[in-house]
């Protein structure tokens, strides 16, 4: 019987190897370069012939050749592979696999586009749902619907990133506390900008008054979802999510993009007395969305902010009479020394809770060697509603 193993010479050590595979071929190479290959299978041991130039056949993946005999089971196992040029397959991908999807970037102008496709849209069609149906509650749900999907849509379109279009992570509790002060802002900076326009334009704040006479015909829950809820959801999916998306990509500096955000938030809202104040709430959460990128915290603040103005309306609709649109210096100027006054601290501890937040850090609240920057970022302000009350006090009209 055949002994199933190689006595190899090298430096004077006996090496064996052997292999009880079905139909393998195990490769041994020695220091000389030479190689040996052995074939067992159930019926015994066969050994692999060389080829013509007296050099063992070498197997070089897709580059070689290789020739397999038939199993002993009686399966045919026989793969060829021919000799390929590289210059063939150079810069040429492999078969069979996908190219992976690439993240694109939100552009200004494209997000400008689509914005005001939006609004044309949401302007030509508002109502069409109350004439089908009768229904003013489900023509507010459908017209806030519309924002969210059209701009998931976009976003699919456009090949973005949902999560950075969308960003959003667990809140903190610090970030909560500093986004309900910010409400707080926006309630005393709304009844500031109200009075001051009951003081110049007193015609054209009625008029807007009398058109939305009514929309508030539902139960408070109802009108709490329609009307601060789903906001919260699809109107910020537009503005801090897709907008924001566009003006960071186009605008470098904070301010900018601060300021470009309020005065769109303020537009959507049409009316064209009324946009300071959306203008104001525009610019607050998109600081917001920078500061923490997380929009849950821009929806907190839009949610808390209707949701605020909503419960205030229905309870003073049944202690007003009658409202009154016009105001008298000596409103304006108690307006700004009682509700303007305190705006400039309550923005600065806002913002700092929200930036204590974010940063591993946590910041002082007057941080050493800025204490004159902060002062005077609080005190500069202040001074100035101060002055504008005092003087609106003086004045007798």
Not at 299 to 313: A, D, E, M, Q, T
């Amino acid at each position: 019987m055949q002994n199933n193993s190689f006595n190899l010479n090298h430096s004077g050590d006996d090496r064996s190897r052997q292999d009880y595979l079905y139909g393998d071929r195990n490769r041994q190479d020695d220091s000389s370069g030479s190689r040996y290959q052995q074939e067992n299978d159930l019926s015994g041991s066969r050994s692999r012939q060389d080829d013509p130039s007296g050099s063992r056949s070498r197997q070089n993946g897709s580059f070689g050749s290789r020739n397999w005999e038939n199993d002993p089971r009686g399966n045919e196992n026989r793969y060829e592979h021919e000799w390929v040029p590289y210059e063939s397959i150079s810069g040429t991908a492999p078969r069979g696999l996908k190219k992976p999807r690439t993240k694109r970037e939100l552009k200004f102008w494209q997000c400008l586009v689509f914005f005001i496709c939006m609004m044309a849209v949401w302007i030509f069609t508002n109502g069409w749902v109350y004439l089908l149906t009768g229904n003013m509650d489900l023509d507010s749900f459908a017209m806030e619907l519309e924002f969210v999907v059209a701009s998931v849509l976009f976003v699919f379109f456009m090949r973005a990133d949902p999560k950075e279009v969308f960003p959003l992570h667990k809140p903190r509790m610090s970030a909560v506390f500093g986004v309900l002060i910010l409400v707080v802002v926006g309630y005393l900076a709304a009844d500031v900008v109200t009075i001051l326009e009951m003081f110049f334009v007193p015609h054209a704040l009625q008029s807007i008054d009398e058109g939305l006479a009514g929309t508030y015909s539902s139960s408070l829950p109802v009108e709490l979802f329609l009307t601060a809820f789903m906001p919260a959801v699809c109107e910020e999916a537009l503005h801090r999510g897709v907008l924001v998306s566009g003006l960071r990509t186009s605008f470098r500096k904070r301010w900018q993009i601060i300021l470009v955000g309020g005065v769109l938030f303020g537009v959507f809202h049409i009316y064209p007395v009324r946009w300071w104040i959306p203008g104001i709430l525009g610019a607050l959460m998109t600081w917001v969305i920078l500061e923490t990128d997380n929009i849950f915290y821009t929806s907190l603040l839009h949610f808390c902010y209707n949701g605020l103005l909503v419960v205030i309306s229905f309870l003073a609709s049944d202690t007003t009479a009658q409202a009154s649109y016009t105001a008298s210096s000596q409103m304006v100027g108690v307006s700004l020394l009682f509700y303007g006054i305190p705006i400039p601290i309550l923005i600065y501890t806002g913002c700092w809770l929200i930036r204590r937040s974010v940063t591993w850090k946590k910041p002082a609240f007057i941080e050493p060697g800025l204490e004159e920057k902060r002062l005077a970022q609080i005190l500069v302000p202040t001074g100035v509603i101060l002055l504008t009350g005092i003087l609106f006090l003086l004045i007798r009209r």
